[in-house]
């Protein structure tokens, strides 16, 4: 329990037991009041009594003796300052029973007013721990978000830090893959027409395969094009995912290879021709023997960086 509660907990403790003593002082001074209603009740009916007896007497004296008058007269009189105490005895019984019973009045309402503030802070309680259990409740669901967003920001960073890595391992890969090119290019120029292999002579030009003059049928785009191979069809067709929005036009050339996470298994192909162009895909034939099947997924590219 927090500390406001306990606070409100004292407060209607206190509440409670000013009800409580007010309740116990409106008791008594109810017993207070009927007892002394009984107690003039009492002293009335006492004076009847008396006012009775002196009657019976003053008959009593007057049938006996007329002489008696006077007697008569004072017992008369004496009964009359009788009903007259009484009367002025009852009066101001009654003046404080009014007395009692306006202040009885006053306590209540002062009870009742305490009664009213007791509900009213009980209330006012009641508000204040539904605005304590929704704040509460508030806090809980910043904190989840806060968790979710902690959580999807660390999985970004990890997504983030995955593709920078497979990013390197690619590029890793490419430039071992250029250098493969570069090394097979310069083989191929070792062997062009017209040239010997050292410590030979000259090779005949029809000896040679005219197959190795690769850079004879290259056509590439002028701007930097690179797609992936879509479909491989039986006769050696292939379908590439760039077409003439990227620049592409029949009769260009593009170099195939095959790009692997495994270091060493990334390979170049060789090349293909464009023969059909659509707005998205093209159609390429092989250029020569490839030095592997073109399986979809390869890679294509206007030109291979060799840096």
Known sequence: MTIVGKILVIIVLLFSLALGYAEVVRWVTRERALDLLQKAEDRARKADEKAEDSDKKLVAVRKE????????EDGADKGRYEVKARDELITRLQDDLANELKKNAER??????AQR?????????????KALADEISASQKLIKDRTEAVQARTKAELDAKTANDARQRLEQQVQDLSRDLARLQANLGQGAPGQGAPGQGNVPRAAVPVTLDRTAVRNPPPL????????????????LSVGGD??????Q?????????VQ???????????TDVGPKEAVATPVGKLQGPVQVGDQVASRINRN
Do not use: H
Not at 224 to 239: F, R, Y
Not at 253 to 261: A, G, I, K, P, Q
């Open 65 to 72: 003796n007329t002489s008696l008058k006077k007697l008569l």
């Open 108 to 113: 209540d309402a002062v009870v009742e007013l």
């Open 117 to 129: 503030e007791s509900e009213a802070r009980q209330r006012d309680l009641k508000e204040m721990q």
């Open 224 to 239: 930097d094009i690179e797609g992936q191979v879509l479909v491989v069809d039986t006769s050696g067709l292939v379908k």
């Open 246 to 251: 990227s620049g592409l036009q029949p009769g």
């Open 253 to 261: 050339t593009l170099e195939v290879f095959r790009l692997s996470r």
């Open 264 to 274: 060493g298994q990334s390979k170049y192909l060789g090349t293909v021709r464009i």
